[in-house]
């Protein structure tokens, strides 16, 4: 019995290295779904922050992971599917919570575009190699806070300067270190599968 698997095509992202079958689409179906689940569960893992409305979460990191990992159109839908979920009532945002009259909803907007950005670039082999994974990750977490910063502003009465303060400021560091993660992740993935490839 053969382990060797079909050469990485370019363009490719890790979950394009399932094996293929005639259910596609059922298996595309479960890795949104898996996504989802993923980035509900890694929410859960929360940190409250003094003076912030925002707990720091594992749900970036999921939400990066899943896009890099799936690609932009099932990273997309994947984030999708988790922040219509929760809307409509499913406690699997940070702390469970659900709905979307929270001053932290922006940031969920922000991951489904951040999860797409991070799809597109990991088709261009961008979670490869350390440097770009971390230039992925990064404006990843810029466009996670560029939609979730003012929406906490304008949610809240905050001005801008004072979101910064309570919605960016207090997450670079553990940020950083879930780019650090990454960085390791994710081109350790790649060598291992272009190993057996």
């Not at 394009?16 to 890694?42: I, N």
């Not at 940070?94 to 950005?117: C, D, H, K, Q, R």
């Not at 004072?162 to 780019?179: E, M, N, W, Y």
């Amino acid at each position: 019995m053969s382990t060797a698997a079909a050469p990485v095509r370019p363009g490719a992202v890790l979950a394009d290295l399932l094996p293929a079958s005639r259910t596609r689409y059922a298996v595309d179906a479960a890795l949104v779904a898996g996504g989802a689940a993923l980035t509900g569960l890694a929410a859960q893992i929360a940190l409250p922050v003094p003076g912030s409305p925002v707990p720091v979460t594992g749900q970036t990191f999921a939400a990066l992971l899943v896009g890099t990992a799936l690609g932009a159109r099932r990273g997309f839908f994947s984030l999708a599917l988790y922040a219509l979920v929760g809307m409509a009532g499913m406690p699997w945002f940070a702390e469970a919570s659900s709905g979307y009259a929270m001053p932290s909803f922006g940031y969920i907007l922000g991951m489904l575009l951040a999860a797409t950005v991070a799809g597109a670039l990991a088709r261009r082999g961008a979670d490869r190699s350390v440097l770009r994974t971390a230039g992925t990750m990064v404006l990843g977490s810029a466009i996670i806070y560029a939609v979730g910063v003012p929406y906490l502003a304008l949610a809240t009465g905050m001005t801008l300067s004072q979101a910064v303060a309570a919605g960016l400021t207090p997450f670079l560091i553990g940020d950083a270190l879930k780019a650090a993660l990454a960085m390791g992740a994710l081109p350790a993935a790649w060598k291992l599968l272009g190993r057996r490839g």
